[in-house]
């Protein structure tokens, strides 16, 4: 009997084309200690492809699904990756599936208003 819930419908999202980040010193930025992990850049990595729930993003890096939870939330909180849809697993669970929130992160030094183009 096949389900009533839809396992891997596809996804509609379009992400930022650039995100900037300013680092100069009067306001600490989440962005750069959420990416100085391994498995935060391998996260974003297979997200790079498409849009896929934690469990799915647990296999494809070999991490446990508990460490992949840790730095999904991380990744969200600095706005790197977001929430893209829901998904329903056979038994009727709810998934969150993410994808990046950003197509391109720009990082750059100083105050960028005091410099002339």
Not at 50 to 71: C, G, K, M, N
Not at 89 to 110: D, H, I, Q
């Amino acid at each position: 009997m096949a389900s009533v819930f839809p396992h891997h419908p596809p996804v509609d999202y379009a992400p930022r084309q650039q995100t900037d980040i300013v680092v100069d010193g009067t306001e600490p930025t989440d962005v750069l200690q959420s990416l100085s992990s391994e498995a935060a850049q391998e996260i974003l990595g297979a997200l790079s492809d498409e849009p896929q729930t934690a469990s799915d993003i647990a296999d494809s890096v070999d991490r446990s699904l508990q460490s992949v939870s840790y730095h999904l939330d991380r990744l969200c909180k600095a706005d790197l990756i977001e929430p893209a849809e829901t998904w329903y697993s056979e038994k009727g669970t709810e998934m969150t599936v993410y994808a990046l929130a950003t197509k391109r992160l720009v990082v750059e030094f100083g105050d960028t208003a005091d410099q002339s183009i």
